[in-house]
Structure formats: structure tokens, C-alpha cells
């Protein structure tokens, strides 16, 4: 089975820098997704890692760590708009297993 | 362009009534299919996946199937609601790899907000 374990809730201010974290079990990995989601709304992706190390895409980024079964998301410059839930989603054999997500809550 | 296409996107049913949620993708051949159900406040739980045309695996025991009847639609069905079935509903598609290569990311639709009365 697979256990996912991210922060609930976190607060951050606007053009600030946030790290999201992500600690996870599983009997197989197949790579980690970060996803994106706006109240009421489908979640959107993010990034992928597969090896170790750091992916960086525009403000966000996202690590990976194998050996530890950690990942974290980097949010840089932080605008309003980033208030969100972040989902933290470790890929299995075929199936992708969600945590519970970190709602995030930007402030002026 | 792959497009994916959920409906309805709201939908209010007494305890008891039937379901049939339906989800279609286009733009792609043999995609890996999902239904996700996200209550109010939670995470997204899997609820089924299917690799192929007839093939559902089931993630957790309930009262909810679902069916792959052509390549590119999935559905999901209950022929008896229950209050617990009330939640937002995520159909989602990826593309088919090899094992063990690139994972393709989850590419979700808009959802079906489903309140059981």
C-alpha cells in the first residue's frame, strides 16, 4: 500500500517563498506529481519527479528524495493567485495515489 | 489536442436513485482511464482505473461500478445511492507507457458535484 503524509494547512505572504513538503510510503514508486487545486475546481498539474534531485519550472520547483521518500514544492514570488490546495501524488503500478493536499492561504 | 469531456457537472439525487456519470476523451487511442471522488474537505480517494476496453480495477468496496464500453469512455454507475456517495467526482486520462519509463501526468476533467438528499 501507499501513505502519503502533507501539511494541512499553511499560510505564506504574497512575494514570499514557501516550501510545501511531502513524506511518503509505498511498496512500489513509480515517480511523484504535484498538482495544483483552486477551490472547486479540478486539480491541475504541476511538475513530476522521477530521480532525485530538483525540477524547476518558472516560479515553482519540486525535489525529490528516493531513499527518503521525500518531496517538497517550492513556491517562489508569491501572488495572490498561488492560495490553493497543493496535492502531493506518488505514482504506483498503473494507479496514481493522491495525499490529502496542503491548502495553502496567500496574504497581502 | 486531447480534451476531456465530464457530465453532468452538478447533480442532486435522492438516497436510493440510480447514478450514471459519464466521462469521454478525445484527442488520444487506449488512454489509462480514472474516476477519483473528493468529499468535502478530503483528498482525492481512488475509486477505479482501467488500462483497456472491459478492464476495471477497483480500488475500494462500495456500492459504485464502473464500465469501459468503447476505448475512450468510462463510466461510473450506482443503482442505489447513499448519503456517503455525496462528493465532487474526477474523471481523469493519462497516456499508456511502457512500465518502468515516463509516468504521463493524471489530466483530470471538471468534476461532477454530487449532493445524495
Known amino acids: 500500500g501507499q501513505n502519503i503524509d502533507q501539511p494541512t494547512e499553511m499560510t505564506a505572504t504574497e512575494g514570499a517563498i514557501v516550501q510545501i513538503n511531502c513524506t511518503y510510503q509505498t511498496s512500489g514508486f513509480n515517480g511523484l506529481f504535484w498538482y495544483q487545486q483552486h477551490a472547486g475546481e479540478a486539480p491541475t498539474f504541476l511538475s513530476y519527479?522521477?530521480?532525485?534531485g530538483l525540477e524547476e519550472k518558472g516560479r515553482f520547483s519540486s525535489f525529490l528524495s528516493r531513499s527518503k521518500g521525500y518531496s517538497y514544492l517550492l513556491l517562489k514570488e508569491l501572488q495572490m493567485k498561488d492560495s490553493a490546495s497543493y496535492l502531493c501524488a506518488v505514482v504506483g503500478y498503473q494507479k496514481v495515489t493522491f495525499g490529502t493536499g496542503t491548502k495553502l492561504q496567500v496574504i497581502p | 489536442s486531447q480534451t476531456i469531456h465530464q457530465w453532468p457537472a452538478t447533480l442532486v439525487q435522492p438516497v436510493g436513485s440510480p447514478l450514471s456519470l459519464e466521462c469521454t476523451v478525445e484527442?488520444?487511442?487506449?488512454?489509462?482511464l480514472y474516476w477519483y471522488r473528493q468529499a468535502a474537505g478530503r483528498g482525492l480517494q481512488l475509486l477505479f482505473y482501467s488500462v483497456g476496453i472491459g478492464q476495471i480495477s477497483s480500488e475500494v468496496p462500495q456500492n459504485l461500478s464502473a464500465s469501459r464500453p468503447q476505448d475512450r469512455q468510462f463510466i461510473l454507475s450506482s443503482k442505489k445511492l447513499l448519503l456517503s456517495d455525496s462528493g465532487f467526482y474526477l474523471c481523469a486520462w493519462s497516456r499508456t507507457y511502457p512500465a518502468g519509463s515516463y509516468n504521463s501526468p493524471l489530466h483530470f476533467g471538471n468534476g461532477t458535484r454530487l449532493t445524495v438528499t
Open positions: 484527442g488520444t487511442s487506449n488512454p489509462n
Open positions: 519527479n522521477v530521480l532525485d
